[in-house]
């Protein structure tokens, strides 16, 4: 469903198994230069980045928003950690913060999103070695209540993708905190170029291979009773501004 279900906050989001076997947590800044110091800014998150968050829980990766109402912006994105790892993440040195403030909060605008996302290993598909580059990112508001019903269906748009295009890397995650901007489940495809985005859609095709004649009709209904809306982005992941590089070895992980 590379139109309709695929295209899909926050990258290098990635299934990672934490040493005490807690879910993968990426915490996401969402970021916007001011106009007049866009260089400054990139300059101060790459040696922000690359001194503070280059490694292990604390290592960060940082996207450029190309595509929707955030074009432009920057995701610094922090993980994957842990919440028991997020202690030490809010108990920076003095010069970490101090450089924070001067390098990198000092060339922003004040208005920044902070989100937190769980990674849901049984909704995504990490099977190979792989080099961040482009982030595909579909972003749904889940009705109250309705959080099984979506499970339920998100179990059969899985096994769609795991019969009929397993070769594709994509990763699932559920915000941590309740909001009300619409931003509770993401699905986040990994693609190298963007003539991807030109391929044939086969979702509903597919749909009906894998679940019968006549299922896709009705799991758009389903679908349309468990969400309120959806939301697309494209990003590109900046390993030039990053403390991670764009390199991700799931075979070692």
């Given at each position: 469903?590379?139109?309709?279900?695929?295209?899909?906050?926050?990258?290098?989001?990635?299934?990672?198994?934490?040493?005490?076997?807690?879910?993968?947590?990426?915490?996401?800044?969402?970021m916007t230069p001011q106009p007049d110091k866009i260089e400054a800014f990139e300059a101060g998150v790459a040696a922000h980045n690359k001194k503070y968050h280059a490694e292990g829980t604390q290592q960060v990766g940082v996207y450029w928003v190309a595509s929707g109402k955030d074009s432009g912006k920057y995701v610094w994105s922090l993980g994957p950690t842990s919440w028991s790892s997020m202690d030490e993440t809010n108990s920076y040195s003095d010069d970490h913060t101090k450089d924070w403030n001067?390098?990198?909060?000092?060339?922003?605008?004040?208005?920044?999103?902070?989100?937190?996302?769980?990674?849901?290993?049984?909704?995504?598909?990490?099977?190979?070695?792989?080099?961040?580059?482009?982030?595909?990112?579909?972003?749904?508001?889940?009705?109250?209540?309705?959080?099984?019903?979506?499970?339920?269906?998100?179990?059969?748009?899985?096994?769609?993708?795991?019969?009929?295009?397993?070769?594709?890397?994509?990763?699932?995650?559920?915000?941590?905190?309740?909001?009300?901007?619409?931003?509770?489940?993401?699905?986040?495809?990994?693609?190298?170029?963007?003539?991807?985005?030109?391929?044939?859609?086969?979702?509903?095709?597919?749909?009906?291979?894998?679940?019968?004649?006549?299922?896709?009709?009705?799991?758009?209904?389903?679908?349309?009773?468990?969400?309120?809306?959806?939301?697309?982005?494209?990003?590109?992941?900046?390993?030039?501004?990053?403390?991670?590089?764009?390199?991700?070895?799931?075979?070692?992980?």
């Open positions: 469903m590379k139109k309709l279900f695929i295209i899909a906050f926050l990258l290098p989001f990635l299934m990672v198994a934490q040493e005490n076997q807690e879910a993968a947590i990426f915490m996401n800044v969402l001067n390098n990198v909060a000092a060339n922003a605008l004040v208005e920044m999103e902070t989100t937190y996302w769980k990674g849901d290993p049984s909704h995504s598909n990490f099977t190979k070695d792989f080099e961040l580059k482009n982030l595909a990112i579909f972003m749904l508001d889940i009705k109250r209540f309705k959080g099984q019903e979506f499970n339920a269906l998100l179990d059969k748009v899985q096994q769609v993708f795991m019969t009929k295009d397993s070769e594709q890397q994509w990763g699932s995650y559920y915000n941590e905190l309740t909001n009300k901007d619409g931003a509770d489940f993401v699905w986040i495809d990994f693609f190298e170029k963007s003539s991807w985005m030109g391929q044939e859609d086969k979702f509903p095709q597919w749909f009906e291979e894998v679940h019968g004649a006549g299922s896709f009709a009705t799991f758009l209904k389903d679908f349309e009773a468990v969400t309120d809306g959806d939301m697309q982005e494209l990003w590109v992941f900046r390993e030039d501004l990053s403390g991670r590089s764009g390199q991700i070895q799931v075979s070692s992980n």
